[in-house]
């Protein structure tokens, strides 16, 4: 098994804090786009996907386009603390999962995502971080943060390259549809 593109079926996505009031900070357009490619892909692969809310009385739900392709497994967490660990239920709900291979995405990339990958690793998570599905409204901020998460042991690449390394070949059954959502 290849550690920076471990088998789809190994892995699990976790979607950190995708938020309406949060992501009108960022540079929407660009993220909001990213985001829901990225979770579309893993409904395609089969990929479980757990999501979590930051104080989501304040902060708002998760964005509709998500929320759109929850499926009758997805779940969705809300939380105060800023590690996703800190709230039990998801803690509960992630090591109760064979899957080792951790996909993170979300906001903010320095604050949120940062604590959830360091704990992720240190649980002894293989984490991958698709540098172009994590935002803050910092672009300093975001390349401190993938820096520490690189430094602490996690994959940092793309979405796209986390697709095309699970297809494999353009035969794959889910090569157009895949190849649809990216461009």
């Excluded at 599905?133 to 520490?148: M, P, Q, T």
């Excluded at 095309?164 to 549809?177: R, Y």
């Amino acid at each position: 098994m290849n550690k920076f593109f471990p088998p789809s079926e190994k892995c699990m996505m976790i979607l950190v804090d995708v938020q309406e009031r949060l992501i009108k900070a960022m540079d929407e357009s660009k993220y909001r786009n990213k985001l829901v490619t990225a979770v579309k892909i893993m409904n395609e692969m089969h990929v479980p996907v757990i999501t979590t809310e930051q104080y989501p009385k304040g902060l708002g739900e998760t964005i509709p386009e998500i929320k759109e392709t929850f499926t009758e497994k997805s779940k969705v967490f809300a939380k105060t603390s800023f590690p996703c660990w800190g709230e039990v239920e998801f803690a509960k709900a992630v090591t109760a999962r064979p899957e080792k291979n951790l996909i993170i995405v979300g906001m903010e990339s320095h604050v949120c995502v940062l604590q959830t990958v360091l704990e992720a690793i240190e649980r002894g998570y293989n984490v991958i971080v698709p540098a172009d599905c994590v935002c803050s409204r910092s672009e300093y901020d975001k390349e401190i943060a993938l820096n520490l998460m690189r430094q602490a042991g996690a994959t940092i690449t793309t979405i796209e390259s986390i697709a095309f390394s699970w297809l494999g070949d353009a035969k794959h059954p889910s090569f157009k549809t895949i190849s649809k959502l990216i461009v």
